[in-house]
């Protein structure tokens, strides 16, 4: 599965962006699809999850102020995200799941939340 992420940017605190992330490839034996950021000097962690039978995870931080969604045909999957704090400022990363056991990985796409 190959992954393609877009909608990064600089936005002000309190600001909005929407992520994109299209999977191409083995699209038929995806998952789960979801969003994991990496912060400076910080770990990667989960943001949030979509399973290809529509259950959802977020992390505590960005519940109530992130949203994931998919299309129609479950290859691409958004993340709105309101309300942005400086500390949301991280490499977002889209990633796939699919079997048997695989784990694929986009590109990364920058999200700066500063004034």
């Known amino acids: 599965v190959q992954l393609q992420a877009s909608g990064g940017g600089l936005v002000q605190p309190g600001g909005s962006l929407r992520l994109s992330c299209a999977a191409s490839?083995?699209?038929?034996?995806?998952?789960?699809m979801g969003w994991y950021r990496q912060g400076p000097g910080k770990q990667r962690e989960l943001v949030a999850t979509i399973t290809s039978g529509g259950s959802i995870n977020y992390a505590d931080s960005v519940k109530g102020r992130f949203t994931i969604s998919r299309d129609g045909t479950k290859t691409r999957v958004y993340l709105q995200m309101n309300s942005l704090k400086p500390e949301d400022t991280a490499v977002y990363y889209c990633?796939?799941?699919?079997?048997?056991?695989?784990?694929?990985w986009g590109q990364g796409t920058l999200v700066t939340v500063s004034s």
């Open positions: 490839g083995s699209i038929f034996s995806i998952y789960e």
């Open positions: 990633n796939a799941r699919s079997s048997p056991g695989f784990s694929s």
